[in-house]
């Protein structure tokens, strides 16, 4: 499946046609877990917010391009006063669990002629996973610790469609529906829920439950994109 994708995605960037026009835009995104990744994490929700950047042919029903992502899809706050010893200051500790992607993006368009445009997509690339811990002793002052609890990326295709309605008020511009499923290979990541600090061993460690799982995601997205944004 992995190497029909990229090579169906390969012949469609290496056709030689003269391109009419670039397409920009950006989306909100929400991925509920599915399959597997249900099993692990059934409530965690997977915001982001993506750029677009496509690229029509103007021969073809075809557009190509790239979508890099951004999300953050769990955060915990701890006030503790024993994270240093022979300390009693009270200290924030911060954790976000952050997502981010990167995906070339295959698009065909069986119409083009309706004010209702639909279109199927498929895309390939890769997710970053990775936690990341701050420590302060408020919020209006630098950090004192800085840091990452785990990190991991792997491999990911996503298979879907949507529709792209006119909108009147931006020159070129149109509201885009989208779902798609997200699948790839297994990552290792944590939840909210998945690590507590213990403050009684040395100098105090974190203690990690890290969960293991593909990222399949049923994903539906809204966003604007522009037709010929660079004119």
């Given at each position: 499946m992995r190497k029909s994708l990229l090579i169906l995605l390969f012949l469609a960037s290496a056709t030689s046609l003269k391109a009419q026009f670039f397409i920009a835009g950006g989306h909100l995104n929400g991925g509920f877990p599915a399959s597997n990744l249900k099993q692990e994490v059934d409530k965690t929700f997977f915001p982001t917010l993506s750029g677009i950047l496509l690229y029509e042919f103007q021969t073809q029903p075809f557009q190509v391009g790239l979508e890099v992502g951004y999300?953050?899809?769990?955060?915990?706050?701890?006030?503790?006063?024993?994270?240093?010893?022979?300390?009693?200051?009270?200290?924030?500790?911060?954790?976000?669990?952050?997502?981010?992607?990167?995906?070339?993006?295959?698009?065909?368009?069986?119409?083009?002629?309706?004010?209702?445009?639909p279109f199927v997509e498929i895309q390939a690339g890769a997710n970053y996973l990775y936690s990341r811990f701050q420590i302060r002793a408020s919020i209006f002052e630098d950090p004192v610790e800085v840091g990452i609890d785990m990190q991991d990326w792997g491999f990911a295709y996503k298979i879907g469609g949507g529709i792209q309605l006119p909108l009147s008020f931006i020159e070129g511009g149109k509201l885009e529906l989208r779902v798609n499923y997200q699948d790839g290979s297994i990552m290792r990541f944590l939840t909210r829920a998945d690590t507590n600090f213990l403050p009684d061993k040395g100098n105090g460690e974190f203690d990690y439950n890290p969960r293991q799982s593909p990222l399949q995601l049923i994903t539906g997205s809204v966003g604007i994109v522009i037709y010929d944004a660079f004119r």
């Amino acid at each position: 499946m992995r190497k029909s994708l990229l090579i169906l995605l390969f012949l469609a960037s290496a056709t030689s046609l003269k391109a009419q026009f670039f397409i920009a835009g950006g989306h909100l995104n929400g991925g509920f877990p599915a399959s597997n990744l249900k099993q692990e994490v059934d409530k965690t929700f997977f915001p982001t917010l993506s750029g677009i950047l496509l690229y029509e042919f103007q021969t073809q029903p075809f557009q190509v391009g790239l979508e890099v992502g951004y999300g953050v899809y769990g955060t915990k706050l701890e006030k503790r006063d024993d994270l240093y010893p022979g300390f009693s200051e009270e200290f924030r500790l911060r954790r976000n669990n952050n997502y981010a992607s990167g995906m070339a993006v295959f698009r065909y368009l069986p119409t083009q002629s309706s004010k209702i445009t639909p279109f199927v997509e498929i895309q390939a690339g890769a997710n970053y996973l990775y936690s990341r811990f701050q420590i302060r002793a408020s919020i209006f002052e630098d950090p004192v610790e800085v840091g990452i609890d785990m990190q991991d990326w792997g491999f990911a295709y996503k298979i879907g469609g949507g529709i792209q309605l006119p909108l009147s008020f931006i020159e070129g511009g149109k509201l885009e529906l989208r779902v798609n499923y997200q699948d790839g290979s297994i990552m290792r990541f944590l939840t909210r829920a998945d690590t507590n600090f213990l403050p009684d061993k040395g100098n105090g460690e974190f203690d990690y439950n890290p969960r293991q799982s593909p990222l399949q995601l049923i994903t539906g997205s809204v966003g604007i994109v522009i037709y010929d944004a660079f004119r």
